[in-house]
């Protein structure tokens, strides 16, 4: 049984007092005895606060981003290591705007997953078309070479740990509004996993969590989670709405 991750992806919204304000509002009203886990990513400079709010309860802290290097000249960068200090256990890697807006490459993300992984964070490691590539007919191709060059020389331990999320966002379902259906979701899901069985074996893809992505709220993500390869969701815009990123959590509970 594969444990649902519901993620709230803030990307770079709410002020420190917004931040604090949604995790202690998403904290009350998750039960204690959730089965599903639940995962904030606010943006880093308003992580430390979240962990004020949520240390000590079941809630998960997540980072947006983190750099392979461990210390050093790196301007601007952090390290897994600042982010272990301040409790955070989860960070995404290769999310389409870091693929698409800010450019990053695929040897880039794959030296990030792996300084991730290695140094106890599980990395959600974001997979996805555009629309373009979508109509284009290649969705297949573009997916399998990121999960190919992203999980290169990844190691079989740390995944068998349970330190690999794999996220699947088609680019043009997120902000859009415009969600891909339950069943298109689940066939891309399926044809993920079993992608992952040949790179990695048919027992890790068993294991490995797979998320839907990309204008999740709470009236689709029942229907989404009912699909048997759909673990999670990562949900941006829905997730700074309490009663909309609640009701999503809810949904989980029922699944
Ligand atoms: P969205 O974003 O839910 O606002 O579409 C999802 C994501 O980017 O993770």
Redesign the pocket.
């Known amino acids: 049984m594969r444990t649902k991750l519901i993620a709230g992806?803030w990307?770079m919204n709410l002020s420190k007092a917004e931040s604090v304000t949604l995790a202690s509002e998403v904290l009350h009203k998750v039960p204690k005895s959730a089965k599903a886990q639940v995962l904030l990513i606010p943006a880093f400079i308003h992580i430390d606060a979240v962990a004020q709010v949520i240390s000590k309860s079941q809630l998960l802290l997540g980072a947006q981003d983190v750099y392979f290097e461990k210390s050093g000249a790196f301007t601007g960068e952090v390290s897994t290591e600042m982010l272990l200090e301040l409790g955070v256990s989860h960070v995404l890697v290769g999310?389409?705007?870091r693929r698409h807006v800010i450019h990053e490459t695929d040897a880039v993300l794959n030296r990030k997953l792996i300084a991730a992984t290695s140094e106890k964070l599980v990395g959600i490691y974001c997979v996805g078309e555009t629309l373009q590539e979508r109509n284009s007919g290649k969705a297949a191709e573009v997916i399998l070479h990121q999960l190919k060059t992203g999980l290169a020389n990844l190691s079989h331990d740390v995944i068998a740990m349970g330190h690999l999320v794999i996220?699947y966002?088609p680019v043009w379902?997120?902000?859009?509004g415009q969600t891909a259906t339950p069943d298109h979701a689940q066939e891309t899901h399926a044809f993920i996993r079993a992608r992952l069985a040949e790179l990695l074996s048919p027992e890790l893809a068993d294991r490995i969590r797979i998320q839907y992505?990309?204008?999740?709220k709470k009236a689709n993500a029942a229907e989404l989670l009912a699909k048997p390869d759909i673990d999670g969701l990562?949900?941006?815009?829905?997730?700074l709405i309490v009663d909309e990123f609640v009701g999503i959590i809810q949904a989980a509970e029922k699944s």
């Open positions: 992806n990307k999310h389409s705007e996220a966002e379902a997120i902000g859009t992505g990309g204008s999740v990562l949900v941006g815009g829905a997730s």
